[in-house]
């Protein structure tokens, strides 16, 4: 064809044979002579395609002389070895924007498409604006990237994209629908009218110009954006390439090449001595062991034993307590404790385990002007006194003793804590079925936050009514009054709100009172119970008494009716008399009943035993031997018998005895 004709076509390429025109043939004639350009002989071909010329995943087609390659994105160039430039976003929490300028206009239909990397959950990715306003934003929201038409058409994606990974994220409008896609998965659509991006128009990328407006979409972007292209036009932050189309960049301001994250360790986050990983824009912390928490701030106090020993340490919200258990034994073990001036929510309860055979005895006790509260033991009875404003008194009692030398949990709390007053509960061994609750009603123990004397085991030193016996660590409102101090423990206690012990004299730390139980007192293997200066004897069965020292005869009560008694370990046995059976010898039975006289012996009743008349021809007690046939020899003068198969010889008048029977006959 001349070369002015369908230019707007594309050249032939291939082969062709045998062509005529007018059933004259002209190729390849006359198609090989001077005229024909870029024409030769033959049909030689060879699949430019083989060499695999394409680089990074690059799609080749075959164009019979030469390739084509369809490049994925991000790359571009004849073989795909281009790689757009990667756009890093607000590092070090800088604030950066890039401007682009529309230099066409691409009408009703077009895509907006990036590559997306972000931890962040918000943030300003993309506006367009024209003279008048900013008509499209595209920005994240909770993690998602959200689009919005001039503040009313909107599209949210189903999941989040701030998780650090690459994301590819497209609108397309079309047909005016406009449709968001995350990698391939379509995220939703909406119906909007005319939108048209025009000549003069700006792309504001990563933030606008002011913070303060760009704060209303989230503040300015922090991550990475690459291969950014509305419809088929690339906005390049870097490595400008013009033989693509593209936008041109107006304005660039801390936008650097490249992806590398924050140096997120920089300011160690982690705490604690934890060791911190850099993770682009993002850290983790190895923590050393008994801290937890993403920043290793949650420490494991218990783990670090800052008790001292026999102490049990419990976790508190903050920081830890050391529990224990302390003996009081007079006036001169009793405690005293006062709030440390941060004590600030309520105090409307009081926990605490007792263990005493005192009938009478304060356990804790404090006042102030006319306010006081005293809990007792009264004769033998836990008793709470509480009288807050001199107006009325709460008291309650429990109704079964404590004052028996177990260990007694009692639990004493506001029925309404969140009221001004409300009638006072006590709880003993948590049985709650047992409760008893005041008649009156009374406030709070705010009176102890600060400033008061709290004495435990006693009314206050030297006042009499002190406690004999063992206290676990009290709680008022929760907060341990303890037995320890500061310098008893190994790590420092971080709680606001604590009480402190004022009193100089060391707890006696453990439950002890005399050792009744050293050398065991129980005798016979019986198990000794300290029951706090008592003692009981659990004894091992067929003992008895205190000390376990009497042995339980068993045969006092002469048990065996028929029969004779002996003692048997724990129990005894009897021995029947002829004619009973059964464990206490109590059954008579007929003796003849299950005889054992043999071969039809009749079974006789005799006073002590039976007896068995045997049948002819048999013999012995049972009947059971057979009887033997008698011999005799001699005459009538003179003659002799052998019994039992002997045999009698004529001549000297004797017996030949069978095997098993010897005697003359
Ligand atoms: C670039 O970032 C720095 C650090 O955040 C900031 O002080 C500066 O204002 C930013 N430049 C512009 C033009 O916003
Ligand atoms: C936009 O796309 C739709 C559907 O793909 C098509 O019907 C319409 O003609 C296009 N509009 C323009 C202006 O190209
Ligand atoms: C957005 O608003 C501009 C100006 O307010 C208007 O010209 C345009 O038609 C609107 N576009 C859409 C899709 O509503
Ligand atoms: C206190 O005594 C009780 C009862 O014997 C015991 O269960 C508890 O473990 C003791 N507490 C401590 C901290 O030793
Ligand atoms: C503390 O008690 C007072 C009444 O005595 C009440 O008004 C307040 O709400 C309570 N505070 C808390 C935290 O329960
Ligand atoms: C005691 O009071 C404190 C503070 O009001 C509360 O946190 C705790 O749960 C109460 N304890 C019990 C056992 O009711
Ligand atoms: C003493 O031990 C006996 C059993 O040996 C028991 O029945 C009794 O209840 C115990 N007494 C106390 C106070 O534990
Ligand atoms: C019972 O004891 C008496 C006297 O020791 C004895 O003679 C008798 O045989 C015994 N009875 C039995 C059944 O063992
Ligand atoms: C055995 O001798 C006595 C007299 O000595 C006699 O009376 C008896 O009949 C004799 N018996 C036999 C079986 O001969
Ligand atoms: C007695 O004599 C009989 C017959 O001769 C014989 O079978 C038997 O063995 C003898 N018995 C003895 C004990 O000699
Ligand atoms: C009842 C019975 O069997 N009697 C026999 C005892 O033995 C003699 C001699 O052997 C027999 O003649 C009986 O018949």
Redesign the pocket.
């Known amino acids: 064809f001349g070369p002015n004709a369908y230019t707007s076509l594309p050249a032939f390429i291939g082969c062709m044979q045998d062509v005529f025109v007018d059933w004259q043939l002209i190729v390849p004639e006359e198609w090989l002579s001077d005229s024909a350009v870029n024409v030769s002989p033959g049909c030689s071909h060879r699949d430019r395609c083989l060499d695999v010329p394409c680089q990074n995943r690059g799609q080749c087609v075959n164009l019979w002389q030469s390739y084509q390659c369809q490049c994925p994105r991000p790359y571009e160039g004849e073989d795909c070895e281009e790689e757009h430039v990667t756009a890093r976003f607000g590092n070090e929490d800088s604030h950066s924007y890039a401007v682009f300028a529309v230099t066409d206009d691409l009408s009703h239909n077009f895509s907006i498409s990036l590559f997306l990397r972000t931890r962040r959950t918000s943030g300003l990715l993309l506006a367009l604006t024209n003279s008048g306003s900013q008509y499209l934003h595209m920005l994240l929201e909770e993690g998602r990237v959200t689009v919005r038409l001039n503040s009313s058409e909107s599209l949210k994606s189903d999941s989040a994209i701030d998780d650090g990974e690459v994301h590819f994220v497209s609108v397309e409008v079309d047909g005016g629908l406009m449709t968001l896609y995350v990698a391939s998965q379509k995220q939703g659509d909406v119906e909007v009218g005319t939108v048209s991006i025009q000549a003069g128009d700006s792309v504001y990328v990563g933030g606008l110009l002011e913070e303060s407006a760009t704060s209303g979409f989230g503040g300015f972007f922090k991550g990475c954006i690459q291969d950014l292209r509305i419809g088929d036009r690339r906005l390049q932050f870097f490595g400008l390439d013009t033989s693509v189309k593209s936008y041109p960049l107006d304005l660039m301001e801390n936008v650097t090449a490249g992806c590398s994250g924050d140096n997120a360790c920089s300011r160690n986050p982690c705490q604690n001595g934890g060791i911190c990983y850099s993770n682009w824009d993002d850290f983790t912390c190895a923590c050393p062991a008994s801290t937890v928490g993403r920043r290793c701030e949650e420490v494991k106090w218990c783990e670090l034993s800052p008790c001292p020993r026999d102490a049990e340490c419990r976790m508190l919200n903050q920081g830890y307590e050391c529990y224990t258990n302390a003996t009081f034994l007079n006036e001169n073990t009793v405690m005293s404790y006062r709030g440390n001036g941060f004590i600030s ?2 105090l409307t309860n009081i926990s605490l385990n007792l263990r005493t055979r005192k009938r009478n005895a304060a356990i804790l006790h404090a006042e102030k002007g006319s306010a006081f509260i005293t809990v007792s033991v009264q004769d033998g009875l836990l008793f709470m006194e509480l009288q807050i404003r001199s107006v009325s008194t709460v008291s309650l009692s429990s109704r079964r003793t404590v004052s028996d030398g177990e260990w007694h949990n009692v639990h004493l709390f506001m029925a309404a ?4 007053t409300s009638r006072w509960t006590l709880v003993l061994d948590e049985e709650v079925e047992e409760a008893t609750t005041s008649r009156s009603q009374g ?2 123990l ?1 009176f102890l936050r600060q400033e008061v004397d709290i004495f435990l085991g006693g009314l206050a030193p030297d006042a009499g009514w002190s406690l004999a016996g063992c206290l676990g660590t009290v709680e008022l409102g929760g907060i341990a009054l303890p037995y320890f101090t500061s310098s008893d423990v190994n790590l420092p206690r971080l709680q606001e709100e604590t009480f402190v012990r004022m009193s100089l004299h060391p707890p006696l730390v453990g439950c002890s009172g005399a050792s009744v139980c050293e050398p065991n007192p129980c005798l016979n293997g019986g198990e000794c119970q300290d029951l706090f200066n008592t003692y009981n004897c659990s004894c091992t069965e067929g003992w008895a008494g205190r000390h376990c020292n009497f042995f339980r005869d068993t045969c006092a009560s002469n048990p065996c009716v028929h029969g004779n008694c002996s003692i048997n370990g724990l129990t005894y046995e009897c021995a029947c008399d002829f004619g009973y059976a059964g464990v206490d010898c109590e059954e008579e039975v007929d003796v003849c009943e299950n005889h054992l006289c043999a071969h039809g012996g009749t079974c006789l009743h005799g006073p002590d035993r039976y007896a068995c008349l045997c049948a002819e021809n048999y013999t012995g007690p049972l009947c059971k031997r057979p009887k033997l046939p008698v011999s005799v020899c001699g005459d009538d003068n003179r003659n002799y018998t052998c019994f039992n198969g002997g045999n009698c010889t004529e001549r000297e008048l004797s017996c030949d005895c069978p095997p098993g029977f010897i005697g003359h006959r």
């Open positions: 929510r309520n804590p969140w009221a001004q406030g709070n705010d």
